[in-house]
Structure formats: structure tokens, C-alpha cells
């Protein structure tokens, strides 16, 4: 009888080991090497990896700009050159990595429970499909040189100072950054009439339109339903069937997002909060915010305090 080989697993965390990798809350990483990988250093980081074969926690989008590398990824050989894009999803099975001599390149890494994974656009939605399995594509220079100025930008948008929306500018060059990826693997595959078989519902947009305008005021799904005219069933049934997630989630993710900015801003006391997203009172906040984060809202507050530099300021990591 053949036994499987355990594996470990690659949490999203270790990549921090990685010279050049800068982080963003706890869900992305990117890293960039264009200048050259140092060979000692990268030597050492994988020599650092678990035990091959490792799963991967989180889903990486590798873009080569010089040079070349070797991985096997889920019994998949690639080699990686210049122009060329590698996409990994959650789920992918490292087994091999051998750095060639003058490879550079630029990679951004996201978890699946990110908001930055999420979203129910079309590109969006093809992409994850296409993802069951690793992908290597390859770029003319003029769509090589958008990728890496999207990469590049997300780096630059990490590490400036003072910009309280920074998800929400990286949410929107890894929207830009999908579209192009997933223009090309529909192109190459000939997927073309699927792109008008799963166009976006309207009722999706106009949902998710509607709840970034009242979900400070409205938490019930049954409010947006009669708000968009049409029932609760089959709005629910849309929502989940559109995006994959409840209308309910979706409806916190809003709420506990704001409610984490306004308690780690330092301006507003527990109750304050609970007043603007309009609680009945400051216990019922307390028990929402707890069954979503994990936390009361005051244990949230301490736990900023205490982690709230590094890669949360934008500051580059420096290995020691």
C-alpha cells in the first residue's frame, strides 16, 4: 500500500522571510526583486521553506522581468522567463524551486479570505474559475509594461504614508491587473463566448451599490431586497449564485470594515461607533463586532496598538 507523503503548509506569513517583501494587514504580500535576487539570500529563504511538498495558503501572482526560474507546482514543471506571468491559486502544491542566475521579478500574494480576492465583477468571477489549476502565460512588452506598472504601484501605494484608503487603491489595481490577466487566458483558450454567458447580474451592482450607501443605517437583507424590487428568495439566491457569498456577508464585511477603521483611528470611543453604524446599543455592537473579528471591540483596540507599525504604517520590512 502506498502511503501519500505529508506535506507542510506555506501560510502567507512566511513570506515575510523573503527579501524585497513588504505586507498589508494580514491578507497581501508583495514582493519585488527587480534589481536582482540576492543568491545567498534567496538561498537561504528557500532553504527556510517547509518540508517539499507545501501547500499554499494563499494565491500568488508571479511576474518575471529578467532572467529565469524552475518550480514544479502540483505535479505542473514551468519555467518562468521574462514577460511571463504564473499564477498559483490557494490550494497549489510547491514542490520544487531552482532560482536561475539573473532572474527578477515582481510577485503579489493574497489570502482567499481577503477583501482583495473577493468581488463580483466578470473578470473576477473567470479568473477564479481558470485558477483550479496553475497558469503561465506569457506577455507581448507593451501589456508587460502595464502589469509591472500596476505591481509596481501597489508596492509604492503599501508604502506611502498618511493614506488612509490603501486597500481600497490596491483593491483597484488588482481589479486592473485581473482584467488584463483574464482577457489574455480567455483569448488564449478561446473562452471568448463565455465572457457574454456570465456577464455580471445587474442586481448584483446595484446591491452592492445600494449597501455601500446604507450599511451604516441598514443591515437587513430584506431591506434590500424590497430597495431593488424583488424578493427575498430570489434575491438571496443571486447575491450567493453572483458572488458566492450571503447577502448577509456581504452586509457585515461593509459594517465590520468601517467599524475597524473608526476603532483603530484613535477618534472614536466604543460607543461612538455603535451610535454611527446606528446599534441599538453598545452590547449589541459589541456581540456583532466579537462573532465576525474574533474580538470585542476594545480587545480590537489594544490589539492595534500593540501591532500598529511595520507593514501596517507602509514601512519596508528589513530582514535582519
Known amino acids: 500500500m502506498n502511503e501519500k507523503k505529508p506535506h507542510g503548509v506555506l501560510d502567507i506569513s512566511f513570506l515575510e522571510k523573503l527579501p524585497g517583501t513588504l505586507r498589508l494587514a494580514e491578507s497581501l504580500c508583495i514582493n519585488e526583486n527587480l534589481s536582482g535576487f540576492n543568491p545567498e539570500a534567496a538561498g537561504a529563504f528557500i532553504s527556510s ?26 505535479k505542473q514543471k514551468f519555467i518562468v522567463r521574462k514577460n511571463d506571468v504564473l499564477l498559483v ?68 501605494i503599501i508604502l506611502t504614508a498618511n493614506n ?21 487566458l480567455v ?42 424590487c424583488v424578493s427575498p428568495k430570489y434575491f438571496a439566491q443571486v447575491i450567493y449564485k453572483e458572488s458566492g457569498k450571503y447577502a448577509k456577508d456581504w452586509i457585515r464585511n461593509y459594517v465590520i470594515r468601517e467599524a475597524k ?27 456583532y463586532f466579537r462573532k465576525a473579528v474574533g474580538l470585542s471591540p476594545r480587545e480590537y483596540i489594544k490589539t492595534c496598538s500593540s501591532t500598529d507599525h511595520g507593514f501596517l504604517q507602509g514601512e519596508p520590512h528589513h530582514q535582519a
Open 49 to 74: 521553506l517547509p518540508d517539499f511538498p507545501a501547500k499554499l495558503s494563499f494565491s500568488c501572482t508571479l511576474f518575471c522581468t529578467g532572467g529565469s526560474t524552475k518550480l514544479r507546482v502540483s
Open 89 to 156: 491559486s490557494v490550494g497549489a502544491m510547491l514542490q520544487n524551486v531552482t532560482i536561475g542566475e539573473g532572474f527578477t521579478a515582481i510577485a503579489v500574494s493574497v489570502t482567499s479570505d481577503s477583501m482583495f480576492a473577493s468581488g463580483s465583477h466578470v473578470s473576477t468571477k473567470l479568473l477564479r474559475g481558470y485558477l483550479a489549476n496553475p497558469q503561465l502565460l506569457s506577455f507581448e512588452d507593451d501589456l508587460a509594461d502595464i502589469i509591472l506598472t500596476l505591481l509596481v504601484s501597489i508596492k509604492n
Open 164 to 184: 488612509a484608503f490603501k486597500e481600497d487603491a490596491v483593491e483597484g489595481l488588482l481589479l486592473t491587473l485581473g482584467s488584463i490577466i483574464t482577457t489574455k
Open 187 to 228: 483569448s488564449d483558450k478561446g473562452d471568448l463566448e463565455e465572457i457574454e454567458a456570465r456577464k455580471t447580474n445587474i442586481l448584483m451592482r446595484k446591491f452592492l451599490n445600494e449597501v455601500s450607501l446604507h450599511f451604516m443605517e441598514e443591515r437587513r437583507t430584506s431591506w434590500y431586497a424590497d430597495r431593488l
Open 261 to 287: 477603521k473608526m476603532l483603530k483611528s484613535g477618534n472614536y470611543t466604543v460607543q461612538e461607533v455603535s451610535d454611527a453604524l446606528h446599534f441599538a446599543n453598545q452590547s449589541f455592537f459589541g456581540n
